[in-house]
């Protein structure tokens, strides 16, 4: 199968490990809401692309429980970020304290977060949590910078990768839809929210490679 995770099946509190396989990358994925998780996390990123920490791409997405009611709007559940072959879903939810590593990793203004529709997702970091994300970019912004289009095209992630990263695949309305709230992730879940972030990286890469 060209999709597909494997649990690693760790016997701790503090985290789990998984890889995701789509089509021929695999993604090494932690799932954490521990601070000191993330900051490991945080730290082996540094140290990995040390030597390209001045023009550094990360793929950036979040998830949170749906509302069907008018005026509610749930605060965000999970933060993915994605470098490389590196995942991590943190739990912003469930986590005892954010770590002020992840504060500057993500107000570095060296760093390029990127996501579709990503706006969206920075302002609610920033008013549910504080969590300031320093510089970002809309990928299908970079998109028309990339082509010298003068108006953005009205396009999601799995429409976007099918034309830049020549990969399709779903995204199931069950698993936007579902409780990201849930202290455990489903494998559904955690596949899924390491895809979008996966997929943003790579074709922010790809966008950034072509110029």
Known sequence: MSISITDYELDYDTHSLYRVDFFDDYITTLVTHTPSKVKSWINKTRYLHRYRLHKLIIGLDVEWRPSFSNGVNNPVATLQLCV??????????????IPSRLFNFLADPDFTFVGVGIKDDVRKLYLEYGLAVRRFVDLRELEAR???????????????????LGQEFEKPKTITMSHWDNPSLSLAQIKYACIDAFVSFEIGRALRAAK
Do not use: E
């Open 84 to 97: 490389g072959h590196r995942c991590l879903i943190f739990q912003l939810l469930h986590t005892p304290g």
């Open 146 to 164: 990339r082509y010298g289009w003068s108006v953005q095209r009205n396009i999601g992630l799995k429409d976007m990768a099918a034309d830049v």
